[in-house]
C-alpha cells in the first residue's frame, strides 16, 4: 500500500489545499476493541485474554528486562486462567525482519493471540 495515507480515506478533498475543519471531515480514533489498563491489571491478564479474546493458547512478545520485572505475574494470570503461553523476546524495532523472526519462531505453535507487552514498539511487532 505505497503512498497509503490515512488522510487520503477520512479526506477526500486534500488536506493540503483545506484544513479538516473547512470540509466538515470527522474526526477519527482508530483503535483496538478492548484497550484495558489501569494498576495491577497485568495480574489480572489471563482473565482478560480468556473472556475476551477467548484464547487458551497465546504468544507473549516482550522486551527480556520487562520479563524479569513482569513475567512471574504474567505467568501466574494466564495459569490462573487455564491460558498457555509461548514467550519471544522482542528485538527493539519492529522491522520486517523482527517481524519474520517472530513469525518464524511460533510458526508451529497455533496461537490463539499475540500479547505484545511494552511499549508502541513492541505492541507493533505484535501486530505484523
Known sequence: MSGFLHGDVY???G??????????CPKVFI???HYIQGPHVLGSI???????????KVGILIPDFLKGL??????????EAGIDSRWEAFG?????????????????????????????SCNDCGKG
Open 92 to 120: 527493539g524495532i519492529p522491522s520486517q525482519k523482527e517481524i519474520g523472526r517472530v513469525v518464524e519462531a511460533w510458526k508451529n505453535e497455533n496461537l490463539d493471540a499475540v500479547l505484545g507487552v511494552g511499549g508502541g
Open 31 to 33: 483503535a483496538p476493541p
Open 15 to 24: 488536506s493540503a489545499k483545506f484544513p479538516k475543519e473547512a470540509c466538515g
Open 46 to 56: 489471563g482473565r482478560y485474554v480468556g473472556k475476551i479474546l477467548n484464547a487458551k
Open 70 to 79: 513482569f513475567g512471574e505475574t504474567l505467568t501466574a494470570s494466564l495459569k
Open 11 to 13: 479526506n477526500p478533498v
